[in-house]
Nanobody, 124 residues
Protein backbone atom coordinates (compact mmCIF):
# COMPACT_ATOMS: atom_id res chain seq x y z
CA UNK A 1 0.00 0.00 0.00
CA UNK A 2 1.31 3.41 -0.97
CA UNK A 3 0.59 6.50 1.06
CA UNK A 4 1.43 10.04 0.08
CA UNK A 5 1.42 12.88 2.59
CA UNK A 6 1.79 16.50 1.53
CA UNK A 7 2.95 19.28 3.80
CA UNK A 8 4.19 22.84 3.57
CA UNK A 9 1.08 24.65 2.43
CA UNK A 10 -0.16 27.83 4.02
CA UNK A 11 -0.98 31.49 3.57
CA UNK A 12 1.54 33.69 1.80
CA UNK A 13 1.48 37.16 0.30
CA UNK A 14 1.78 37.70 -3.43
CA UNK A 15 5.39 37.51 -4.49
CA UNK A 16 6.26 35.12 -1.71
CA UNK A 17 7.49 31.54 -1.76
CA UNK A 18 6.52 28.17 -0.37
CA UNK A 19 8.09 24.75 -0.50
CA UNK A 20 5.77 21.79 -0.54
CA UNK A 21 6.89 18.33 0.46
CA UNK A 22 5.35 14.95 -0.27
CA UNK A 23 6.50 11.99 1.78
CA UNK A 24 5.80 8.58 0.29
CA UNK A 25 5.54 5.19 1.93
CA UNK A 26 5.89 1.92 0.12
CA UNK A 27 8.52 0.28 -2.00
CA UNK A 28 10.35 1.28 -5.13
CA UNK A 29 9.77 5.00 -4.79
CA UNK A 30 12.62 5.73 -7.20
CA UNK A 31 10.96 3.62 -9.89
CA UNK A 32 8.09 6.01 -10.38
CA UNK A 33 7.54 9.39 -11.88
CA UNK A 34 5.95 11.69 -9.33
CA UNK A 35 3.74 14.64 -10.07
CA UNK A 36 2.10 17.66 -8.53
CA UNK A 37 -1.39 18.85 -9.44
CA UNK A 38 -3.58 21.61 -8.08
CA UNK A 39 -7.27 22.27 -7.86
CA UNK A 40 -8.85 25.64 -7.25
CA UNK A 41 -12.45 25.94 -6.01
CA UNK A 42 -14.96 24.96 -8.69
CA UNK A 43 -12.21 24.24 -11.19
CA UNK A 44 -10.71 21.08 -12.61
CA UNK A 45 -7.52 19.56 -11.27
CA UNK A 46 -4.58 20.79 -13.35
CA UNK A 47 -1.03 19.63 -13.81
CA UNK A 48 1.78 21.55 -12.12
CA UNK A 49 4.97 19.52 -12.42
CA UNK A 50 6.41 16.03 -12.81
CA UNK A 51 9.77 14.41 -12.18
CA UNK A 52 11.15 11.10 -13.37
CA UNK A 53 12.07 8.35 -10.98
CA UNK A 54 15.77 9.15 -11.07
CA UNK A 55 15.12 12.86 -10.89
CA UNK A 56 16.96 13.37 -14.16
CA UNK A 57 13.97 14.68 -16.06
CA UNK A 58 11.44 17.26 -15.03
CA UNK A 59 8.42 18.76 -16.77
CA UNK A 60 6.53 21.89 -15.86
CA UNK A 61 3.88 23.62 -17.95
CA UNK A 62 4.35 27.11 -19.33
CA UNK A 63 1.92 28.49 -16.76
CA UNK A 64 4.43 27.95 -13.92
CA UNK A 65 7.73 27.61 -15.76
CA UNK A 66 10.39 29.79 -14.22
CA UNK A 67 8.49 30.02 -10.92
CA UNK A 68 7.95 26.41 -9.83
CA UNK A 69 10.65 23.75 -9.49
CA UNK A 70 10.14 20.09 -8.75
CA UNK A 71 12.80 17.92 -7.15
CA UNK A 72 13.07 14.67 -5.24
CA UNK A 73 15.23 12.92 -2.68
CA UNK A 74 14.93 9.19 -3.23
CA UNK A 75 16.86 8.42 -0.07
CA UNK A 76 14.06 10.13 1.87
CA UNK A 77 11.18 8.98 -0.36
CA UNK A 78 10.19 12.61 -0.73
CA UNK A 79 9.30 14.88 -3.61
CA UNK A 80 9.32 18.67 -3.36
CA UNK A 81 7.71 21.59 -5.10
CA UNK A 82 9.46 24.92 -4.71
CA UNK A 83 7.08 27.75 -5.59
CA UNK A 84 8.38 31.27 -6.05
CA UNK A 85 6.77 34.55 -7.09
CA UNK A 86 3.40 33.23 -6.01
CA UNK A 87 0.30 35.00 -7.27
CA UNK A 88 -3.32 34.92 -6.10
CA UNK A 89 -4.20 32.71 -9.07
CA UNK A 90 -1.90 30.04 -7.61
CA UNK A 91 -4.35 29.61 -4.74
CA UNK A 92 -5.50 25.98 -4.73
CA UNK A 93 -5.22 22.66 -3.01
CA UNK A 94 -2.00 21.04 -4.14
CA UNK A 95 -1.77 17.27 -4.53
CA UNK A 96 1.14 14.98 -5.12
CA UNK A 97 0.64 11.73 -6.96
CA UNK A 98 2.45 8.66 -8.21
CA UNK A 99 2.36 7.87 -11.92
CA UNK A 100 1.59 4.19 -11.93
CA UNK A 101 0.18 3.91 -15.47
CA UNK A 102 1.73 4.63 -18.84
CA UNK A 103 0.95 7.85 -20.62
CA UNK A 104 1.65 11.54 -20.51
CA UNK A 105 2.86 12.81 -17.17
CA UNK A 106 0.45 15.75 -17.34
CA UNK A 107 -2.54 13.41 -17.58
CA UNK A 108 -4.05 12.81 -14.11
CA UNK A 109 -5.58 9.49 -15.17
CA UNK A 110 -2.08 8.00 -15.39
CA UNK A 111 -1.58 8.51 -11.65
CA UNK A 112 -2.69 5.72 -9.34
CA UNK A 113 -2.01 7.07 -5.85
CA UNK A 114 -2.80 10.53 -4.55
CA UNK A 115 -2.19 12.43 -1.36
CA UNK A 116 -4.92 14.25 0.50
CA UNK A 117 -3.66 17.65 -0.57
CA UNK A 118 -2.33 20.76 1.11
CA UNK A 119 -3.94 24.20 0.86
CA UNK A 120 -1.97 27.07 -0.62
CA UNK A 121 -3.52 30.51 -0.32
CA UNK A 122 -1.89 33.57 -1.85
CA UNK A 123 -3.18 36.95 -0.74
CA UNK A 124 -2.94 40.05 -2.89
Amino acid sequence: QVQLQESGGGLVQAGGSLRLSCAASGRAFSSYTMGWFRQAPEKERTFVAAISGSGGSTYVPESVKGRFTISRDNAKNTVYLQMNSLQPEDTAVYYCARQGRSGRSDNPTTYDYWGQGTQVTVSS
